[in-house]
């Protein structure tokens, strides 16, 4: 059966990880919002290595998509290998994956890299191979989506759908 690669953010999960974890830093202390502006301007993988240096998400009460989630462990019942890769921080993606437990592998941004689009597509390739299918939300991930044996589409918009939906199959 054809790996199924998982996305994380506004996939697995209803919300931004990135967003949940910057509210918490600045609810420690409303200043930090000037930080996660000069971490900023070093790059998204810095703020996002920078803001996880500082905070700890409680991965546990994260909004979690259920139908899909239930999707997944089925999909896992039947022997599939599953793989979470996902642009949000690796100390994030490492909670979820053992929180939930059924993933086989995760895949991260870290320092210096910020694991979206063309990124996260090249790791996949490299790491699970060309044959994978892949479940996402944005257009983001329009890339992977025409690499992927099919797509597998999550609250996507309707103008992202279309644009899928001519290009991959679904």
Same mark, same amino acid.
């Given at each position: 059966?054809?790996?199924?690669? @998982?996305? +994380?953010?506004?996939? =697995?999960?209803?919300?931004?990880?990135? @967003?949940?974890?910057?509210? /918490?830093?600045?609810?420690?202390?409303?200043?930090?919002?000037?930080? /996660? #502006?000069?971490?900023?301007?070093?790059?998204?993988?810095?703020?996002? $290595?920078?803001?996880? /240096?500082?905070?700890?998400?409680?991965?546990?009460?994260?909004?979690?998509?259920?139908? #899909? =989630?239930?999707? /997944?462990?089925?999909?896992?019942?039947?022997?599939?290998?599953?793989?979470?890769?996902?642009?949000?921080?690796?100390?994030? $993606?490492?909670? @979820? %994956?053992?929180?939930?437990?059924? %993933?086989?592998?995760? %895949?991260?941004?870290?320092?210096?890299?910020? +694991?979206?689009?063309?990124?996260?597509?090249? =790791?996949?390739?490299?790491?699970?191979?060309?044959?994978? @299918?892949? $479940?996402?939300?944005?257009?983001?991930?329009?890339?992977?989506?025409?690499?992927?044996?099919?797509?597998?589409?999550?609250?996507?918009?309707?103008?992202?759908?279309?644009?899928?939906?001519?290009?991959?199959?679904?």
């Amino acid at each position: 059966m054809t790996p199924l690669v @998982v996305d +994380l953010d506004g996939t =697995l999960i209803s919300t931004d990880s990135l @967003v949940e974890s910057a509210i /918490l830093f600045i609810k420690q202390n409303p200043a930090n919002i000037f930080l /996660l #502006f000069y971490w900023l301007g070093k790059g998204k993988a810095h703020l996002k $290595a920078e803001i996880a /240096l500082r905070t700890v998400l409680e991965v546990e009460t994260l909004p979690y998509n259920e139908p #899909f =989630l239930q999707w /997944l462990k089925s999909e896992k019942e039947k022997d599939r290998h599953i793989y979470l890769v996902t642009a949000a921080h690796k100390s994030i $993606a490492q909670r @979820v %994956f053992k929180y939930l437990g059924f %993933f086989d592998g995760f %895949f991260a941004t870290d320092t210096g890299i910020n +694991l979206k689009g063309t990124a996260k597509c090249r =790791l996949i390739q490299k790491e699970i191979g060309d044959t994978f @299918v892949y $479940a996402g939300d944005s257009r983001a991930d329009i890339p992977i989506w025409e690499k992927a044996e099919a797509a597998v589409l999550v609250n996507t918009s309707p103008k992202v759908a279309g644009r899928v939906r001519g290009k991959c199959s679904i």
